[in-house]
T-cell receptor, first 113, second 112 residues
Framework: GESVGLHLPTLSVQEGDNSIINCAYSNSASDYFIWYKQESGKGPQFIIDIRSNMDKRQGQRVTVLLNKTVKHLSLQIAATQPGDSAVYFCAENINQAGTALIFGKGTTLSVSS | DSGVTQTPKHLITATGQRVTLRCSPRSGDLSVYWYQQSLDQGLQFLIQYYNGEERAKGNILERFSAQQFPDLHSELNLSSLELGDSALYFC???????????FGSGTQLSVL
């Protein structure tokens, strides 16, 4: 079946740098996208979401960009901190009965101080 | 704290056995989802319930079953366990179907 994938399994940055985590999705019918953060030993934690009628959404230190033309999603983290170290997943859903969020394999972000 | 409670946190059992994982959704959430997370497969969707009814099915094995009770808590039953069933099992809940999910801390299942 179709699934969400990520470009890089790992990303290492220095504290204070901006981080960009990318995700490519394959289902053009997907209309809702979410980024989750998962710290070791914990469940995925919601970061930010975006619907397909938008191309950008900002939160606190995070921005999600959606490019429907090339089916690409990215998460930008400003001024990355050691506490941002985690695995980041993008997920997609289709607004259709009988479907659920489908997750990509994740990118491990390591922040060194 | 997401408000989703899963028990037990850890479960160690033997091949061929049966276990039950329990989930209490956030107060007010009618939808419950089960996901399996293994190292090589990421987060795999298993099954979803909404107000007691099964609504969506993913890659759930026939040896696995679930249900959602009138008080909205849910149980995932895993039977005839195999070594490959060892994984983290997450429950998530949401107010609306198709909306953002709030995850519990998971149950780590080890089949020996």
């Amino acid at each position: 079946g179709e699934s969400v994938g990520l470009h890089l399994p790992t990303l290492s940055v220095q504290e204070g740098d901006n981080s960009i985590i990318n995700c490519a999705y394959s289902n053009s019918a997907s209309d809702y996208f979410i980024w989750y953060k998962q710290e070791s030993g914990k469940g995925p934690q919601f970061i930010i979401d975006i619907r397909s009628n938008m191309d950008k959404r900002q939160g606190q230190r995070v921005t999600v960009l959606l490019n429907k033309t090339v089916k690409h999603l990215s998460l930008q983290i400003a001024a990355t901190q050691p506490g941002d170290s985690a695995v980041y997943f993008c997920a997609e859903n289709i607004n259709q009965a009988g479907t659920a969020l489908i997750f990509g394999k994740g990118t491990t972000l390591s922040v060194s101080s | 704290d997401s408000g989703v409670t899963q028990t037990p946190k850890h479960l160690i059992t033997a091949t061929g056995q049966r276990v039950t994982l329990r989930c209490s959704p956030r107060s007010g959430d009618l939808s419950v989802y089960w996901y399996q997370q293994s190292l090589d497969q990421g987060l795999q969707f298993l099954i979803q319930y909404y107000n007691g009814e099964e609504r969506a099915k993913g890659n759930i094995l026939e040896r696995f079953s679930a249900q959602q009770f009138p008080d909205l808590h849910s149980e995932l039953n895993l039977s005839s366990l195999e070594l490959g069933d060892s994984a983290l099992y997450f429950c998530a809940s949401s107010v609306l179907e198709g909306g953002k999910l709030f995850f519990g801390s998971g149950t780590q299942l080890s089949v020996l």
